[in-house]
């Protein structure tokens, strides 16, 4: 039960499914670092993301791997829109309307998927997903591979553009001091609404990289809110390093309880650790202290 | 004080109106909306009190309701327990829930979207252990036995059901009465406006949102037990899904959250904003919320006070 | 016996020392002011006093009774009441719905609570604004709104954190008028003020903080005249020139 060989097996999948809710906690830091609210519809976003790569592949035949050059992009103005022209306005400013208007959100494009295309089970198949890598005595199916390769790559390019940017040094402003970034001339509204499109872009990668080896339903949301949020407050609302981090700490526990607990229980894991994050260590393990 | 009489009066001229409904119904289906409707207004009801009152936003109240429905099952199914009995068990079963969930929220100190996070989590927490544990039917869900019989709380015609329904309703309207007559709901709200303010002024805020949470988590059960009687049915998505969680939350909210009537107008609104979908979209899963979700986004945008907000005439 | 003793209160916050050994009394009958620059911690002092801050040293006594680490509300109730710097309404209540909050202290019923805001209001000069939310008054009429929530809840001792900031100068003369008379009432005074004519004209005994630390106590002439305190407002050598 406690064979070796199996932990590292189940702890290397358990990695690679960790650096994909990197990715997604990297958006949500970030959407939550500098607009300070708390992203309900970032499930959703994902789940229309792997929608949009899975028409992709039925319809036009493009593979995952590609689309990565056009959900993204698309994912990125779809969610700049989404911040600039309908929360903002409808949120007035106040944390827990915000939080009302994300729901809503999340709410109609759950709902919708469901009504366009039922609850029925989607999942593409491209020869990559028979492909396996050997690392040793373990096999890690190739599209998982290119996932962890993958997302280094964009945290990397993330971390330029935060760091070597103009845009970056205007969004570290907005989130340091919103008020005094205004007085200097940046545009607040834009620099939320740029923030908010990385971060859905983030997702729609996460989900160019999942769908391979995943599956596709309007519920595939749900659960992944909850993921990304204990990712982000795990590693502390607001620290990239601590989002990553987060992540790959939580996709190893998930594979544990996996595990252990088996399949239909072992998600609770994940859950159990947000309360606990939640109750004792709001600001997280990495976090900066809220004054 | 005159706001309390006339809120009053017109709760009495809306119990006569509700109690006077199965005169005029007689077709299954519509008796079957205003049941539904009242238990919607039931569980909004539930909300209400910690959330629209005491501004305790919770995101999974299904924890209570889901409780509620899965306890008396229990009870009954492997326990060979009365209805009514279990019914008890199970509405003190969800106050417990609320208790512990409530403890363990309020002494951390979580507000605001923190809390409605740690109470989605717990319901998906309860979602996964139901699911997973055959006591409960795992995946199965669990069924009760059709006994029609008033003893069995399962009745063969349904304007009984309706009248236990309206019944539970008044009595969970009762306690929002009471809170807007009452020092403790004076606290609440004081609470909800500025915790801090009222901590200052001699409010003990944590056992008063205490209190809170477990009055309301058994009212939310109660709508859970109403809703294993009527249905004879739950399962892990019905109980602690995200469905039921969203209802008891956007009922009050569209109503006028903080009100006595705003979750009998959310409930009102949702009932017919589904009717209509129904008749236009067809009846495909997903066509209703997706239209309350444009009608919460609508609220937010034009009356942050919910429709009550029209009736209040406050800025 | 003096109605509040603060004996050697210390509390740093990471690396920011905000008191140190600091120490006051308030005599009864007499109004009590606690001056110095801003950043020189009397807020915090404030804080610790009723309760919403625990501090790291030292010990606070009201009426005898050792109320060091007590909770706020439990610190309320035995008669201690403090009003907030930026001042804190419940905002969506009327103006009497916001002092009931206040009355319902001392009193259970829902409607006598809402008599005794009423009357309070009325003494206050709030009669008008009964029914307006509190998110509508002008600043000034927060300020009275801060002050007659905490009187609702029939306190001995008073803390107003600079009740006068942001008042015209009619308004401090009102409000000035009005502390006398609730002092004359019976209740006990600590206020935190920056105004110094107000200081000067209400206060009988002046406590000054600089740096987290008690740098002179004395009468407003004792303090006027203390080259410390000159320093410690117009800096180094300025008690000199």
Known sequence: MFDIGILTAVTLNGLTVGAIYALGALGLTLIYGVLHIINFAHGSTLMMALYACFFLHQRAGVDPYTALLIVPPAFFVLGYALQRYLIAPLGFGKDINVLLVTLGISIILDNLALYLWTSNTRNIDIPQAQMFVELGDISLALPKIIGVAASIVVGLLFWLLMTQTDLGKAIRAVARERRGARIVGISVDHIFAMSFGIGSACIAVAACLLIPTYYVTPKVGDGFVLIAFTTVVLGGMGSFIGALLGGLFLGVVEAWSGLWLGESLGQIGVFIIFILVLLFKPNGLFGQRNT | MTNMKRQTQVMLVLILALVLIPLFVSSKFWMGFWVMLLFHALIGQSWNILGGYGGQTSYGHAVFFGTGAYVTAVMQTHFGVNAWAGAGVAIAAGAIVGLFIGAVSFRYGLRGSYFA??????????????????????????????????????????????????????????????????????????IRENEDAAKALGINTFRVKLKAIVISAALAATAGVFYMQYFLFVDSHIGYGPSMSISALLVPLIGGPGTVLGPFIGALSLGVLSEITKHTMGDSPGANLMAYGVLLLVVLRFLPNGLMGLFRGRS | MAVLEVDNISKSFGGLQANAQAHLKVEPGKITALIGPNGAGKTTLFAIVSGFVIPDEGRVTFLGQDITGMQPFDICRLGLVRTFQIVQPFAGLTVRENIAVGAHLRERNRSAALDKASALAAKIGMKDMLDKPAQSLTIAGRKRLELAKALATEPRLLLLDEVMAGLIPTEVSEMTEMIRIIRDSGVEILLIEHLMQAVMSLSDHIYVLNNGRMIANGTPQDITANPQVIEAYLGHGAADA
């Open chain 2, 117 to 190: 996070l740690v109470t989605l989590a717990f319901a998906e927490v309860f979602r996964v252990i139901v699911n997973a544990w055959d006591f409960t039917g795992s995946g199965f869900g669990m069924l009760l036995a059709l006994k029609p019989g008033a003893a069995h709380m399962q009745f063969a015609d349904r304007q009984w059901f309706y009248y236990l329904v309206l019944l539970l309703t008044i009595m969970a309207t009762g306690v929002a009465m009471w809170l807007e007559s009452s020092r403790f709901g004076a606290h609440l709200v004081a």
